[in-house]
Each structure stands twice: as C-alpha cells, then as structure tokens.
C-alpha cells in the first residue's frame, strides 16, 4: 500500500511569488492535515481537510489556503511568500476525519519550502 | 492555549542501554489520547506509541514504553535496548482537545545513539 506522497519534495521561490503545494493520501483516507514545520516555531497546525471540506484551520493568515478534490488529494497554496514561510510542510493523512480515539495519522516525507 | 513541553533539547544513549525522553502537557480535557512520534532525518513522522488517557495501563509496543503520569500531565518515552535506528527526533503530541482536532507537537527531543 503506497504511504502518503508529497510533491515536490523540495521548492525553491522569490518573495512575493505564490507556491502550491500537493499532498496525496493513502489509499482509502479521505482526512488530510497539513502542517509547518521550522526551528523555531516547531511544528504548527494549518488546516485539515475532509470530503473536500475544510474541518480545522490552525492560526495561520489568510494567505495559507488549500483544498481537497473528490479523489482526496490535496493542494495547499501560500501567496505573496515571505521569508518566514521558508520550513518543511508535511501533510498527513487519516482514515477519517480527527478525533482521536480513531485516528492514526501517516504523515508524508514533507516539502521543503524555501523563499530567498 | 494547549501546549505541550519537552524539556529535554538533546539526549544521547549507548547502544542496547535504555533512554527515558520527558513530555508535559496541559490540557483541560478529561478523555484524550497523548502520541509520540518520531521523525527521522528522512523526515517522514513515524508513529511510535500512543496512550489513551482514560487507561491507567501504560501503553508498549516493542521496546517502547510510556509512563503516564495522568495527575501529573507527565507522559514519559522509554526505549529499551536502543538501536542506532533510534537516533532520531521524537515530538511528544496532544490533541487541543474541545472541538478543535489535531495536534499539538512539542518543540522535539533529538536522540543521538552511539555504537
């Protein structure tokens, strides 16, 4: 059974520049959960999506966005990139959506995000 | 807000010794679950341990353990036999609890082993 895939595995952009960023799940999952991860902040919720519906969203500002299609695939969108936004996204993907005493969540290798 | 606290930057262990990394968490929850992941220089998280609050029975799989301290908030990893495999970062995780799902991570706990 192929784990979670995360594309691309790594990205180079400009201040300013907008990124997409794609996650797919493991077969049968229909929860993705996106997070941030750096240094200093550690690792950060963003958003969970389920049945193409966002469910949570982490304090994170508007310009993080995403979205999940029928499949359950997975795009998370950062416009008008700061430096700051420069980390390591990993998504992770679920049978159904959070809670906790039915949900192991199998994360995917990340993408790393870098803005000069 | 929730967090979650592991207080320990670095450790390091011998191999085939045993290595305790300390987790605290705050949450106003009574039913909740507590995870340990770990995440190795591939970066992929990998789930190690979960414990499920409302069981008194610490939670093992293998040469991994916990010791849950409920009153306490305390949810301590104990690796048993540690392999060189183990070197990794281990982040202790919580739900926030209430309506708002997912987890909260701690700041991570980087094992090194020594052969």
């Known amino acids: 059974k192929a784990g979670v895939t995360q594309t691309p595995r790594y990205l180079i952009k400009t201040r300013g520049q907008q990124v997409t960023l794609s996650c797919s799940p493991i077969?049968?999952?229909?929860?993705v959960s996106w997070y941030q991860q750096t240094p200093g902040q550690g690792l950060q919720f963003l958003f969970e999506y389920f049945s193409e519906t966002q469910r949570n969203k982490g304090n994170f500002p508007g310009r993080f966005s995403g979205r999940q299609f029928s499949n359950s695939r997975s795009e998370m969108n950062v416009s008008t990139l700061e430096l700051g936004d420069s980390a390591l996204y990993l998504c992770?993907?679920?049978?159904?959506?959070?809670?906790?005493?039915?949900?192991?969540?199998?994360f995917g290798q990340g993408t790393r995000l870098t803005v000069v | 807000a929730q967090t979650v606290t592991q207080s320990q930057p670095e450790m390091s262990v011998q191999e085939a010794e045993t290595v305790t990394l300390s987790c605290t968490y705050d949450?106003?929850?009574?039913?909740?679950?507590l995870f340990w992941y770990k995440q190795p220089p591939s970066r992929q998280m990998i789930l190690v341990i979960r414990?499920?609050?409302?069981?008194?029975q610490n939670a093992t799989e293998n040469r991994f353990s916990v010791n849950f301290q409920k009153a306490a908030k305390s949810f301590s990893l104990k690796i048993s036999d540690s392999q060189l495999g183990d070197a990794a970062m281990y982040f202790c995780?919580?739900?926030?609890?209430?309506?708002?799902?997912?987890?909260?991570f701690g700041k991570g706990t980087k094992l090194s082993v020594k052969p």
């Open positions: 949450t106003s929850e009574s039913d909740y679950y």
């Open positions: 077969s049968g999952h229909r929860s």
């Open positions: 414990q499920e609050a409302y069981k008194q």
């Open positions: 995780a919580s739900p926030p609890g209430g309506s708002q799902g997912n987890l909260i």
């Open positions: 992770a993907s679920s049978v159904n959506f959070w809670r906790a005493e039915n949900t192991e969540a199998f």
